[in-house]
Each structure stands twice: as C-alpha cells, then as structure tokens.
C-alpha cells in the first residue's frame, strides 16, 4: 500500500474537542487536511466558526459545534450534530484541557474538582460516548486521547494536571483492552512541551529557558511535530497500534534529571 493511500482519512468523520486553540486547531486542521470531514468542538464559537472558515477555504468540510466538555448533555448535542452534518464519528481526539499553577497545599477542593473533570472525567465520557455510538453504526474507529509528559514525570505546581495527564494514559490502556474487540481502536499522544496560549508566558519566561535545556533537540515543540503521530493514530497506518501512548517531546522524558521549574501556566 502507497503511503498517501495508507494515512488518507478521506471518508472519515473526526471530532475534535478544544479545537478553538492551540494544538487542538493544529490537529483539526491535519485531518481535515488528509481527507476527514472535521466537527470542531470548544466553548468559544467565535474561534471555531473562524476556523471552519479557513478548513473550508482551502477545500475541507467542518462544522463548528459550542459545548463545554464538561457538561454531558451538551456533548450527546455534539455528537448529534456531528452525526447531522457527517455521519457517525469514527476519530475522536479527546483534546480539551485546562491547567493550573499552585502548590498542592494551597488548592482548594473545587479546583482540584476543576481540573479533574475537564482532563480527565470529560476525557471518559467523550471516548465512551464516541464507543457506543461506533459499535451501534457497527463501523471500526480511533479514539486519541491526548496526555502529557507531565502524565509521565511532573513538575513543582502541577499536581492535578499530571494526575489528570496520567490517569489519561491508564485510561487509554483500559479502554483500549476494552474495545478492541469491537474494532475500536484507543491510544494516546504524550507531547512535550509546545508554545500555546495556555502556557505562552511562562515558555517565554527564564523558567522556560530552563525547561529549553532539558530537552536534547534544545526547542520546544511547533506545529506540525504532532501530526505525525496523530495521522498514525487516526489512520489504517496504525491499524494494529492499541493501547499505546506515542511521546512527542523531543527526548525531554528519557533525559529528565530532577523535574522542571514550577508551573506558572494560565488558564486556556
């Protein structure tokens, strides 16, 4: 099989949440780019009616859909509406997060709360809804979660991400065991550190000077270094991939000597 023929997603339906930013617009745009039809999901609809404008322009199809992660009747809504314009969605890229900076000893229990259920709660029952709703239409699909290397090796301040980020990996592999079987494939993307409005100021700053020295490749990461990994994920290229997490990081993790320096990230 030719490459191009291998990672086209021409015919398919992809959603992806927090698609009103960062890398949830870049990963958008690359499956849109390779053929999917592409349901843009986040809480601002300004953003993703500008971004359906230019997936449009330049020959795809989208259709923009407001809802919060974390509010479970407005995400049965999305699908629906996906499934309207589309057909049944057969790539999720559960993508939607928010971050925090604080010592654990000085958060408050809704906070805590906060971050949990937008990281991890919502990434639950997104991918589970997405699951059923391919086993019913009895069609084979992809369910993306994306992590982080903050799931894998934390930093001074971010004790709910990375708790969050790695229940994310655990989710992946029990859900992946799960639905298998059924032709639904579940894996994860772990990407480093990349320059996004969440955490813009901070990767600017000395501290991220300091994180820039950790990583062997000596950059942070831009767009275009998770498609790769995303269209493998999406496509029959990673058809026997399952219930693994990819790491996109530039070498950070197999070098991390004591962690980075507290987090100081704003909320997306």
Same mark, same amino acid.
């Given at each position: @099989? #030719?490459?191009?023929?291998?990672?086209?997603?021409?015919?398919?339906?992809?959603?992806?949440?927090?698609?009103?930013?960062?890398?949830?617009?870049?990963?958008?745009?690359?499956?849109? &780019?390779?053929?999917?039809?592409?349901? /843009?999901?986040?809480?601002?609809?300004?953003? /993703?009616?500008? /971004?359906?404008? &230019?997936? !449009?322009?330049?020959?795809? =199809?989208?259709?923009?859909? &407001?809802? +919060?992660?974390?509010?479970?009747?407005?995400?049965?809504?999305?699908? +629906?509406?996906? !499934?309207?314009?589309?057909?049944?969605?057969?790539?999720?890229?559960?993508?939607? *997060?928010?971050?925090?900076?604080?010592?654990?000893? +000085?958060?408050?229990?809704?906070?805590?709360? =906060?971050?949990?259920?937008?990281?991890? +709660?919502?990434?639950?029952?997104?991918?589970? &809804?997405?699951? =059923?709703? @391919? #086993?019913?239409?009895?069609? #084979?699909?992809?369910?993306?979660?994306?992590?982080?290397?903050? *799931?894998?090796?934390?930093?001074?301040?971010?004790?709910?991400?990375?708790?969050?980020?790695?229940?994310?990996? #655990?989710?992946?592999?029990?859900?992946?065991? !799960?639905?298998a079987f059924t032709g639904v494939r579940v894996n994860a993307i772990a990407p480093g550190w990349f320059v996004t409005e969440m955490n813009?100021?901070?990767?600017?700053?000395?501290?991220?000077?300091?994180?820039?020295?950790?990583?062997?490749?000596?950059?942070?990461g831009k767009d275009g270094d998770l498609d790769g990994a995303l269209l493998l994920l999406a496509s029959d290229a990673g058809r026997f991939?399952?219930?693994?997490?990819?790491?996109?990081? *530039?070498?950070?993790?197999v070098s991390i000597r004591g962690g980075a320096p507290e987090l100081e990230l704003s909320d997306e």
């Amino acid at each position: @099989m #030719q490459a191009a023929d291998m990672f086209s997603l021409t015919g398919r339906v992809a959603l992806v949440t927090g698609a009103s930013s960062g890398l949830g617009q870049q990963f958008a745009r690359t499956l849109a &780019e390779n053929g999917a039809a592409v349901a /843009l999901v986040a809480r601002r609809a300004d953003r /993703l009616a500008a /971004l359906k404008k &230019e997936i !449009e322009g330049k020959g795809g =199809r989208a259709v923009a859909i &407001e809802a +919060d992660v974390t509010d479970r009747t407005a995400m049965v809504r999305a699908f +629906d509406a996906a !499934e309207k314009a589309f057909s049944t969605v057969n790539i999720l890229v559960n993508n939607a *997060g928010i971050a925090h900076a604080g010592r654990a000893t +000085d958060m408050s229990a809704e906070e805590w709360h =906060r971050i949990l259920s937008t990281d991890l +709660d919502a990434m639950f029952f997104w991918a589970t &809804e997405a699951a =059923r709703r @391919m #086993q019913a239409a009895k069609i #084979q699909g992809a369910i993306i979660n994306i992590a982080s290397v903050l *799931g894998l090796g934390v930093a001074k301040g971010g004790s709910a991400y990375a708790t969050a980020k790695a229940g994310a990996i #655990q989710l992946t592999k029990a859900l992946a065991v !799960e639905l298998a079987f059924t032709g639904v494939r579940v894996n994860a993307i772990a990407p480093g550190w990349f320059v996004t409005e969440m955490n813009d100021s901070y990767l600017m700053s000395e501290a991220g000077t300091a994180i820039k020295r950790e990583i062997p490749m000596g950059r942070f990461g831009k767009d275009g270094d998770l498609d790769g990994a995303l269209l493998l994920l999406a496509s029959d290229a990673g058809r026997f991939i399952c219930g693994t997490t990819i790491v996109v990081d *530039g070498g950070q993790v197999v070098s991390i000597r004591g962690g980075a320096p507290e987090l100081e990230l704003s909320d997306e």
